[in-house]
C-alpha cells in the first residue's frame, strides 16, 4: 500500500497503510479518504505522541462495520492510535472544535481531499467549545466534578512538587501503569489558550505547534511566555514526561507554579467574553 504523502515514520506509514487496507478489504469504496491529524500531521512528533487518524466516509456507510474496522486497527497497533471513522458531516457536528484543525492541519495519506466541504465554525461556538475541553481537563486533573471548575480553582495537589500538575489521569493516554505525566498539564494550557486565541483575538488554531505563536501574535500578555513554555519544555524537551535531573525539575516546578493563576485568568476570560466583536 503506497502512500499519497509521509508522516516521516517508517513504522507510523506501516500502521497507517495497514488501516487502509483494512478498510479497503472489508469497505470497500465506502471511505472517501484517510487524513493523520495533530503531531504526525506536521511533523513534531515526541516519544509520547498518539498517531491521530481520521477515515472520512461516504454518506449511508455502514458505521457500526467500520467501527469495528477501527476497533481491529486500534487494538494491533504498535502505537497508541486514535481512529474515528464517520462522514464528512458527523464530523463537523460531533467534532465541531477540531473541524479549524482538520481543515487546515491534517495530511491527506490516501483517497480524495474533502476538506474544501467544510465551513469554519463561528469564532464564538470554537472558543466555547475549547473553552469547555479546557475546563473539563482541568476538573480531570483535579479529580472533580466540572461544576467545580471556577476562577477561585486552587493547585490540584499544593503540597505536590509539581502541585499536582504531573498526574496522569486521563489512563487511556498511557503505558499501563502510568503515575506521572506532563501531559495533561499540556492539555490544560493548549486548550486554554486556544480558547483565548478564538475568543480575545479572533484566529482558530489549527496545530499544537502554531498555538503559542498565534497566541503571542494575537493576545501578546503576560501569559505569552508561560503558554511558550508549556509547549517547549513539556512537550517538546520532556515528551511529556518528567524530568530526573535537578535542574530540570526546578524548571518545570517553576513553570507548574505560574500555571494556577493562568487557569484562573483564562476561566475569568470565559466568563467575560471577547474584548471585541467576534462573527
Known amino acids: 500500500m503506497n502512500l ?29 479518504g484517510f487524513y493523520v491529524a495533530g503531531s504526525y500531521a506536521d511533523g513534531t512528533p515526541v516519544p509520547g505522541s498518539d498517531i491521530d487518524l481520521v477515515a472520512v466516509l461516504r454518506r449511508k456507510s455502514d458505521g457500526e462495520l467500520a467501527q469495528r474496522v477501527a476497533e481491529a486497527c486500534i487494538a494491533r497497533s504498535p502505537i497508541r492510535l486514535d481512529l474515528v471513522a464517520l ?13 479549524p484543525a482538520f481543515k487546515m492541519g491534517t495530511l491527506l495519506v490516501a483517497g480524495e481531499d474533502v476538506r474544501g466541504e467544510f ?23 483535579r479529580r472533580i466534578e466540572v461544576e467545580g471548575v471556577r476562577p477561585s480553582l486552587r493547585y490540584p495537589d499544593p503540597a505536590g512538587e509539581f502541585f499536582g500538575y ?37 484566529a482558530y488554531v489549527a496545530t499544537k505547534r502554531k498555538c503559542a505563536p ?7 500578555d503576560e501569559w505569552t511566555e508561560l503558554v511558550s513554555d508549556v509547549h517547549v519544555f513539556c512537550r517538546e524537551r520532556l515528551g511529556y514526561g518528567i524530568p530526573e535531573k535537578a535542574d530540570e525539575r526546578r524548571t518545570l516546578r517553576a513553570i507548574c507554579t ?14 467575560g467574553g471577547p474584548d471585541r466583536p467576534t462573527p
Open 214 to 220: 498565534l497566541y503571542a501574535d494575537h493576545i501578546g
Open 258 to 271: 505560574r500555571v494556577l493563576a493562568f487557569e484562573r485568568h483564562a476561566l475569568l476570560a470565559f466568563e
Open 87 to 99: 462522514t464528512t458531516e458527523a464530523l463537523a457536528e460531533q467534532f465541531m472544535p477540531l473541524v
Open 4 to 32: 499519497r504523502a509521509t508522516t516521516g515514520s517508517v513504522q507510523v506509514d506501516d500502521i497507517i497503510a495497514d488501516v487502509v487496507s483494512a478498510f479497503a478489504r472489508a469497505m470497500s469504496g465506502e471511505v472517501r
Open 166 to 202: 504531573d498526574r496522569a489521569t486521563i489512563v487511556e493516554w498511557y503505558p499501563p501503569n502510568t503515575t506521572q505525566s506532563t501531559k495533561e498539564l499540556v492539555a490544560i494550557v493548549g486548550s486554554a489558550a486556544t480558547s483565548l486565541v478564538a475568543l480575545r483575538g479572533g
Open 119 to 141: 465551513l469554519l465554525p463561528p469564532l464564538r461556538a470554537y472558543a466555547a467549545a475549547w473553552a469547555d475541553r479546557a475546563r473539563r481537563f482541568m476538573a480531570r486533573i
